[in-house]
């Protein structure tokens, strides 16, 4: 009987928090009736709860910080946000080109938490941060970035919670630095400016075709031929990528090739701008209107575009649609500030009656050339360079 009180007694003790095992285990063991196994079950109701409570708890981003470091492969500076998360997540990314150059970021199961709404960066690699909610448990993050990114350029991923180092579940972004354009140097006017036109498509390539069956390379063609001599008349260098109807690489060569032998006119005679003419085309006819498209690889693109546009879209009469971020190849792979303009739409029957004229022509190539000696202008006062 002893034995069995004693055994009693021994497991009673060992089923007690541990915090209450002197005082209340000495209690215990003058008094067996005080029956501590009961607080077995206490146990387990108190482990359901906090379980419970984990589960409801806020899942929130916790901290955010950044630094920059430089890269032991490319000498290259680098952008290292991490923001600490009080629970696993999925992230998602997408670059944004316009209104202007951004790194999209969303993750999703964590709201924003009390981190700030807006950081700010120096502009080297990016200038700027925003943090919203996206939904009831998503955080979008937008960067403001001076130039476009390409895929290879940054990282968007998570690391595990580490425990035994205090080290909570993270989202890490890594941004690396762009390789560094040529220096722009503008000065006001048109003299002694190098700038390729491209006549998009040619030879073997016509191009869209219209309801009336004009050809896409005929007109781009035209329009630049009554271009160039307005510039030479003002000091410009001109070159044409094409001349007349070919192709530029060679017949049945492949689009890259076709593509990159265009940017390679420009790069190889060190233009200070690049042109690429076009006309647009839907499967709707009734799509209307002029474009210019460009991709900022230069902290110019943006400013070339838009001073081309507001030449041509009032002198085209046509539906102004405005200026956007492309990904085109030859506006990307060029190395100097590069659009591409869309004189409208030859799937249009109005509007391909229209760039069959002469009138029209001249009107895109006098336009043009007024666009580009109001950005060479507008970039001196900026004061050229970076």
């Known amino acids: 009987m002893h034995r069995l009180v004693m055994t009693i007694i021994s497991l009673a003790i060992f089923l007690l928090p541990l915090q209450v095992s002197n005082a209340a285990g000495d209690a215990a063991v003058g008094a067996p009736d005080a029956k501590p196994a009961l607080q077995a079950p206490s146990l387990k109701n108190d482990a359901a709860v906090l ?13 955010l910080r950044w630094a920059n470091h430089i890269d032991a492969v490319t000498g290259l500076s680098k952008l290292r946000l991490v923001l600490d998360v009080s629970s696993p997540v999925t992230v998602g990314s997408s670059i944004i080109g316009s209104p202007v150059p951004q790194l999209s970021v969303d993750i999703k199961g964590a709201g924003p938490g009390d981190i700030k709404n807006t950081y700010e960066f120096d502009g080297r690699i990016a200038e700027s941060l925003t943090v919203t909610a996206a939904g009831a448990d998503t955080t979008r993050l937008i960067m403001q970035l001076p130039l476009m990114l390409d895929e290879s350029d940054y990282k968007v991923f998570t690391l595990r ?4 180092n205090n080290k909570p579940f993270r989202v890490v972004i890594d941004i690396g630095q762009k390789i560094p354009p040529i220096k722009f140097n503008f000065t006001a006017g048109l003299k002694d400016k190098v700038i390729v036109l ?11 075709v219209g309801p009336g069956k004009t050809m896409e390379k005929t007109i781009t063609l035209a329009v630049a031929q009554r271009l160039k001599p307005l510039l030479e008349k003002s000091g410009a260098k001109v070159f044409l990528t094409r001349n007349d109807d070919r192709d ?14 265009r940017t390679t006119v420009a790069n190889n005679n060190k233009a200070d701008i690049f042109v690429s003419i076009h006309i647009n085309s839907f499967t709707n006819p009734i799509a209307s209107g002029i474009a210019t498209y460009y991709y900022q690889k230069t902290p110019y693109d943006a400013l070339l575009a838009s001073s081309i546009q507001s030449s041509i879209a009032p002198a085209s009469g046509l539906l102004n649609r405005g200026i956007n971020a492309a990904n085109f190849y030859v506006i990307k792979r060029t190395v100097m500030p590069a659009v591409l303009t869309e004189l409208g739409f030859i799937s249009n029957p109005d509007e391909e009656k229209l760039m069959n ?7 895109m190539a006098q336009s043009i050339y007024l666009g580009l000696d109001k950005f060479f202008n507008q970039a001196a006062r900026l004061g050229g360079g970076q």
Request: proline letters at 8%; aromatic letters at 4%; glycine letters at 10%.
């Open 198 to 208: 491209d006549p998009g498509h040619g030879g073997s390539d016509p191009g869209a």
């Open 51 to 63: 379980s419970k409570l984990d589960k409801n708890a806020k899942k929130q981003i916790t901290a």
């Open 161 to 164: 919670a580490d425990p035994a």
């Open 248 to 261: 530029v690489f060679g017949p049945n060569a492949s689009a890259v090739d076709e593509l990159s032998a």
């Open 357 to 363: 004229t002469a009138d029209f022509q001249q009107k």
